[in-house]
């Protein structure tokens, strides 16, 4: 079984661009996080999706942050425009969903703005 | 607060040692998940262990154990017979049935040969 898949794994952009963040969860696999890790802290929840629907997007910041999933497979997440303090490691995370929450990571994408 | 606390910002063991790392959480659910997750420097967050609340019995995965006091709100994890390759940070992490995930601050453990 293929775990998740994420892209890029690194990027450097300057301030004010625009990202994007690709992530391909495990097949079946319904419930999607995207996760924000600072450095040296814990994997803070940005958004989580039951399918196509974004079911807990409250800590998102949606005046630069968007996210989607279309057709409920793959999301991608993006800044616009990006600041320096949006640095930090974007993890996205599956789950089957229903009651059980075990999540399996992606290896993440370590972005730097300069 | 639905918070998770991890009181240890940094553990030391040597190889072929046992070490606990603690963790606390807060939550008014009486039905929810507990896990450690392991990262190494790759960045990867694997699962090491996985406790559900509802199960007084503690989960065990070869060398890695948990300590659930249920009442306490604790969840303590043990690794038996270190290895350098244990040398990640760990992370405690609370699940509810919504689907919900949320991490402590982590635990940066490092293996002494």
């Known amino acids: 079984e293929a775990g998740v898949v994420q892209s890029p794994r690194y990027k450097i952009i300057e301030k004010k661009q625009p990202v994007a963040f690709w992530c391909n969860p495990i097949s079946g696999h319904n419930t999607l996080y995207w996760y924000l890790q600072n450095l040296g802290q814990g994997p803070e929840l940005l958004i989580r999706y039951e399918n196509e629907e974004a079911v807990d997007d409250s800590q998102l910041p949606k005046d630069r942050f968007s996210a989607e999933r279309l057709k409920g497979v793959d999301s991608t997440l993006k800044i616009q425009p990006a600041e320096l303090g949006d640095s930090a490691v974007y993890l996205c995370a599956s789950s089957r969903g229903g009651r059980v929450t075990e999540a399996f990571f992606g290896q993440g994408t370590r972005l730097t703005v300069v | 607060a639905q918070t998770v606390t991890q009181s240890q910002p940094e553990m030391s063991v040597q190889e072929a040692e046992t070490v606990t790392l603690s963790c606390t959480y807060d939550t008014s659910e009486s039905d929810y998940y507990l896990f450690w997750y392991k990262q190494p420097p790759s960045r990867q967050m694997i699962l090491v262990i996985r406790q559900e609340a509802y199960k007084q019995q503690n989960a065990t995965e070869n060398r890695f154990s948990v300590n659930f006091q249920k009442a306490a709100k604790s969840f303590s994890l043990k690794i038996s017979d270190s290895q350098l390759g244990d040398a990640a940070m760990y992370f405690c992490?609370?699940?509810?049935?919504?689907?919900?995930?949320?991490f402590g601050q982590g635990t940066e453990l490092s293996v002494k040969p």
């Open positions: 992490a609370r699940g509810n049935q919504g689907g919900k995930l949320i």
